[in-house]
């Protein structure tokens, strides 16, 4: 169903069981929940899917060992299991990852649990080795009985060193254990969409699209167009993530509103392009203290590397961005950890920011405010729709997350669960083969795409490569200014995946953005795509295609300088190929 079918539904019947409000992960799942139900569900999202936090996650899959000493077992519990659903149902997109926490004390850190329990603030002195050693003791615990992934190990001081010898010379042992990492979140995230759209005609959802009052109840409003539709939901959830008290102002009379819910924190990251440091990480991801007490990240990703990150306080979850100070904070944290390592201006190829959806603290540590989710029903007056606000929640745990709203929403409709999502296989995971190229074999035979492609498609969208593979053979094709992308690709994403803006291709269909891959010729091409299929015109091609340099200048540190920069690159890979 598309957007015009979908406003001319709403035209035709306004009334809908629940509107969702919020196409981030968490909303999308508590979207294909219901969708699966049979429930007359609408998602709306005012910007792109997965365009606000749900795309500057740490691309890490986990189960949170840090939070073990705030007492959250339960939440690290949960995490565990979800992402060990994750890496069976998502395997196309998640993977394990080995992780090695570098130790630079023996007993430091021993009461920092002590200290939450008693309810007291400070910060954290450093985590001795015998505070890791009992947190990954319960980490190992919590998995036995699945035990898809090795149990920890620690190493001294020699033979940490023999592995990673640019480390810090200070770190006195080390200590390896495994969690995951998601190549392309927003990549699940519209693969789960797509489970709940082809549930039926009773799921429907719109990007670009806000619930707004109105004089008589809620409209739609279409921020492509202008129209305003009205729409009666029996049922409201808000999924706005750090946007939730900015939703509730809209969702709520003055009178009526509720209290403020939300106290998110800002987390920015570096995706970094040097040699040295991507081979200092010997294939791990570190997770190591900074000397303020702050956990930071280092990691192997898309062929570059990922650092991160801050946690700062903010007010205003649509302004965010990498701060400068941000920068030399992450870049002074890799200095402390890898001392040896220089990192230039021009290694930093991509960044980005976003806000964890937390819950409202009054913690003068933002590391104490707990990451855990909840659900709670806001009762209006007046015959107003109920609306269930989704408080907290981290990316690991958007499926049972989603699954908790869509049980409680289906509680007050009277409604019973028909469909489970715990084993149910996410988008290219489905039928994942157990040898990819007896399978690339089989779908060249059926399509004659060559097996070069096939493999890069097979990486970028797991089994679900074989529909593109036959899109792109069912019409004449040519190579992108990227030897492993063509137009019929990007045409098949814009055909099916509710692309609107440069940007939904660029930054959030495609890793092309994130990997440091794209450059402006690739981008114009890209641009020549979406204006051809959508019909733009030369002005509205010129407004898009700035539009696009301007976000890409000023969210995420790429400016036209270095874009142009990359043309050359590009014209190296297509030569090579």
């Not at 390896?176 to 990549?187: L, N, S």
Request: aromatic share 8%.
């Amino acid at each position: 169903m598309n957007r015009e079918e979908i406003f001319d539904g709403l035209r035709r019947s306004p009334k809908v069981d629940v509107c969702v409000v919020g196409g981030g992960i968490n909303g999308i799942s508590v979207f294909r929940e219901l969708a699966l139900q049979g429930v007359n569900v609408l998602l709306v999202e005012k910007h792109d899917y997965c365009s606000g936090a749900s795309a500057a996650l740490s691309r890490m899959v986990h189960g949170g060992l840090r939070y073990l000493e705030n007492g959250e077992f339960s939440l690290v519990r949960e995490s565990l299991a979800e992402r060990d659903r994750l890496l069976k149902n998502a395997p196309h997109l998640v993977a394990p990852l080995p992780t090695t926490v570098p130790v630079f004390d023996i007993f430091s850190g021993l009461a920092n649990g002590i200290v939450r329990f008693l309810g007291l603030s400070r910060r954290p002195s450093r985590r001795g080795a015998v505070a890791v050693k009992a947190g990954l003791s319960i980490y190992d615990f919590l998995t036995r009985k699945r035990a898809l992934m090795p149990r920890h190990r620690f190493r001294g001081r020699h033979a940490t060193l023999a592995k990673w010898p640019a480390l810090n010379p200070a770190v006195k042992s080390s200590a390896t254990y495994h969690d995951a990492w998601v190549k392309h979140p927003e990549r699940i995230g519209m693969e789960v969409l797509r489970d709940g759209l082809a549930a039926g005609d009773h799921a429907r959802a719109l990007n670009y699209a806000e619930l707004q009052r109105s004089a008589d109840g809620f409209t739609v409003h279409d921020h492509l167009t202008g129209a305003a539709m009205p729409v009666e939901p029996a049922f409201i959830i808000n999924a706005t993530g750090g946007w939730i008290d900015i939703a509730n102002a809209e969702l709520f009379s003055q009178e009526r509103r509720p209290a403020p819910l939300m106290g998110g924190t800002k987390g920015s990251h570096l995706i970094i392009d040097n040699a040295n440091l991507a081979g200092a990480l010997a294939g791990h991801m570190i997770y190591y203290e900074n000397e303020d007490g702050r956990i930071c990240i280092l990691f192997p990703y898309l062929g570059k590397v990922l650092v991160g990150s801050t946690d700062i306080r903010v007010d205003d979850p649509g302004s965010v961005q990498c701060e400068p100070d941000e920068r030399d904070y992450i870049l002074q944290s890799l200095a402390f950890v890898l001392p040896g390592i220089r990192i230039r201006p021009e290694d930093i190829v991509f960044q980005f920011s976003g806000v964890r959806p937390l819950p409202a603290s009054k913690d003068d540590f933002t590391g104490r405010i707990p990451r855990d989710h909840y659900c709670t029903i806001i009762e209006p007056s007046d015959g107003e729709p109920p609306v269930l606000c989704m408080i907290g929640g981290k990316w690991t745990t958007f499926r049972s997350f989603g699954e908790l709203a869509a049980d409680m929403t289906l509680e007050r409709l009277q409604r019973t669960r028909q469909v489970s999502t715990a084993s149910r296989p996410i988008g290219g995971g489905r039928a994942f083969p157990a040898d990819a190229r007896e399978w690339i074999s089989r779908i060249r035979a059926e399509t004659g795409v060559s097996p070069h492609r096939l493999s890069a498609l097979f990486d970028r969208y797991g089994t679900d490569a074989g529909g593109m593979a036959q899109f792109i053979a069912a019409g004449p094709d040519k190579t992108m200014p990227h030897p492993d992308y063509s137009v019929r690709e990007l045409l098949f994403l814009v055909r099916n995946e509710a692309v609107e803006h440069l940007d939904d291709l660029l930054l959030r269909r495609t890793t092309l953005a994130i990997s440091g891959q794209l450059s402006l010729d690739l981008t114009q091409a890209a641009l020549d795509v979406l204006a051809r299929e959508k019909g733009w015109s030369p002005a509205r091609q010129k407004a898009e295609l700035d539009r696009f340099l301007t976000l890409l200048a000023g969210r995420h540190g790429v400016g036209f300088d270095t874009l142009t920069a990359r043309n050359e690159q590009g014209v190296r890979y297509a030569q090579q190929s």
